[in-house]
């Protein structure tokens, strides 16, 4: 699975995991109704919530503990004033799609596994 990324804040680095938990805590956080929020929230919070969520990945990954939200949104502040900020930022988002894409592609080939042995 490609949905690792790391982020680093003032010569720290922090790891980044997407992987089902962390999707599924994003979508918990960036939903309502099923529609992505993004008119009213605005894409600082989706990134904020997008970090906060693959350090949750990462901690259940290693089971380490997991970082409250509200440290996370210090570092993410943190993070904007560095200067390759928005080069992180597309990082922290394509490993979050391709892990999409991935979870995706398992979906799909689970499915065509149970369509096979249905026959």
């Avoid at 990945?57 to 409250?68: E, F, H, L, W």
């Amino acid at each position: 699975m490609n949905g690792i990324a790391e982020v680093t804040i003032n010569g720290t680095s922090y790891a980044l995991k997407f992987g089902m938990q962390a999707v599924a805590a994003l979508e918990d956080r960036t939903t309502k109704g099923g529609l992505l929020i993004t008119s009213t929230e605005g894409y600082s919070k989706f990134l904020s919530d997008l970090m906060y969520c693959g350090m949750y990945g990462n901690s259940i990954r290693k089971d380490i503990a997991i970082v409250p939200y509200e440290e996370v949104m210090d570092l993410f502040e943190e993070l904007s004033m560095q200067p390759d900020a928005a080069e992180q930022y597309a990082n922290m988002t394509k490993a979050y799609f391709a892990s999409i894409e991935d979870l995706r592609a398992k979906k799909e080939a689970i499915a065509e596994t149970d369509k096979k042995k249905a026959k």
